[in-house]
């Protein structure tokens, strides 16, 4: 990709940024009643849905533990987010501000600050706690959002960010789900597919030049991030919040074929996109299969 193309893409996500920007504090009416039938998410991408225990819990555990998980899924993204804002910032620090590449990656740092911030308050508006991944997968995580670049930044973004969007997608569409999700899904999705193309071509830019050691780091690299990414999605926690055994709900889940599927669903073009150039396989593709990711 030439240096001209890249500043194409750039004036074009700029346009489009400029015509459809949304602010949550606005667009969501965070003063709407929260009706005690909908669930807080498509509940078949809930980790319990069609199994034995899914079978016996009442509606509103179900509708509970729904919406426990999308805030969970919420936190998980926040967290990334805030890693993705750091990698930007130090990856545009010595390029030029006149150019559409540095203004987009600005543009979408501004984006990000205001989806955390949006998927914060959901989780609020719905008075539940704010999942985050472990402490210590939060403290490894500094180490790479403190020194990953190129095609290892912008791909692990892809990880985190095409999953989110594919549950969305659902989510936004689905008359059963909270209206306060369906509104801040929206947003998010179309805000995000800018996002989701600025890190594409930044990953074939980067990548296409490298050498086959660093193909081989970048691949283990991501297979690290793509499984804590996927794994922390949802909090253990949130099963307790819905009257269950912590323990027994865990085991569903991990053995819960249907969820595994889903995780597959919402990272295949994520997949299909990194093995194209180059980026699965090697080790790393023991970490995806683990995750269910492939």
């Given at each position: 990709m030439h240096v001209s193309d890249r500043q194409d893409t750039a004036e074009r996500l700029l346009a489009s940024a400029a015509r459809k920007s949304y602010?949550?504090?606005?667009?969501?009416?965070?003063?709407?009643?929260?009706?005690?039938?909908?669930?807080?998410m498509t509940p078949e991408w809930c980790s319990l849905y069609g199994t034995e225990l899914w079978d016996?819990?009442?509606?509103?555990?179900?509708?509970?533990?729904t919406k426990h998980e999308a805030a969970s899924i919420a936190g998980t993204g926040i967290w990334f987010e805030l890693i993705l804002m750091q990698m930007l910032v130090r990856d545009i620090y010595f390029h030029?501000?006149?150019?559409?590449?540095?203004?987009?990656?600005?543009?979408?740092?501004?984006?990000?600050c205001r989806h955390s911030t949006m998927f914060a308050r959901s989780a609020q508006r719905f008075g539940i706690p704010s999942y985050r991944p472990k402490w210590w997968i939060r403290q490894a995580a500094r180490a790479f959002k403190a020194t990953a670049t190129g095609s290892l930044a912008y791909g692990g973004t892809l990880f985190a960010e095409e999953i989110l969007d594919m549950m969305q997608?659902?989510?936004?569409?689905?008359?059963?789900?909270?209206?306060?999700?369906r509104?801040?899904?929206?947003?998010h999705v179309l805000e995000e597919s800018r996002h989701i193309k600025y890190a594409r071509e930044e990953t074939i830019r980067r990548i296409r030049s490298a050498s086959w050691f660093a193909?081989?780091?970048?691949?283990?690299?991501?297979?690290?991030?793509?499984?804590?990414?996927?794994?922390?999605?949802?909090?253990?926690?949130?099963?307790?919040?819905?009257?269950?055994?912590?323990?027994?709900?865990?085991?569903?889940?991990?053995?819960?074929?249907?969820y595994h599927d889903k995780i597959r669903e919402g990272?295949?073009?994520?997949?299909?996109?990194?093995?194209?150039?180059?980026?699965?396989?090697?080790p790393s593709r023991l970490l995806l299969e683990r995750a269910h990711i492939v």
């Amino acid at each position: 990709m030439h240096v001209s193309d890249r500043q194409d893409t750039a004036e074009r996500l700029l346009a489009s940024a400029a015509r459809k920007s949304y602010d949550p504090l606005i667009e969501v009416d965070w003063d709407a009643p929260i009706p005690a039938d909908r669930y807080g998410m498509t509940p078949e991408w809930c980790s319990l849905y069609g199994t034995e225990l899914w079978d016996t819990m009442t509606e509103e555990q179900r509708v509970t533990l729904t919406k426990h998980e999308a805030a969970s899924i919420a936190g998980t993204g926040i967290w990334f987010e805030l890693i993705l804002m750091q990698m930007l910032v130090r990856d545009i620090y010595f390029h030029d501000p006149a150019t559409p590449h540095v203004q987009f990656a600005l543009t979408e740092i501004g984006d990000e600050c205001r989806h955390s911030t949006m998927f914060a308050r959901s989780a609020q508006r719905f008075g539940i706690p704010s999942y985050r991944p472990k402490w210590w997968i939060r403290q490894a995580a500094r180490a790479f959002k403190a020194t990953a670049t190129g095609s290892l930044a912008y791909g692990g973004t892809l990880f985190a960010e095409e999953i989110l969007d594919m549950m969305q997608r659902d989510f936004m569409r689905d008359e059963r789900v909270q209206p306060v999700t369906r509104t801040v899904s929206k947003i998010h999705v179309l805000e995000e597919s800018r996002h989701i193309k600025y890190a594409r071509e930044e990953t074939i830019r980067r990548i296409r030049s490298a050498s086959w050691f660093a193909r081989a780091r970048v691949r283990l690299a991501l297979g690290v991030i793509a499984y804590f990414i996927v794994t922390s999605l949802v909090n253990p926690q949130v099963y307790s919040a819905a009257g269950l055994d912590v323990d027994a709900a865990k085991r569903a889940a991990k053995a819960n074929r249907h969820y595994h599927d889903k995780i597959r669903e919402g990272c295949a073009k994520t997949v299909e996109f990194l093995d194209e150039v180059g980026l699965i396989g090697g080790p790393s593709r023991l970490l995806l299969e683990r995750a269910h990711i492939v």
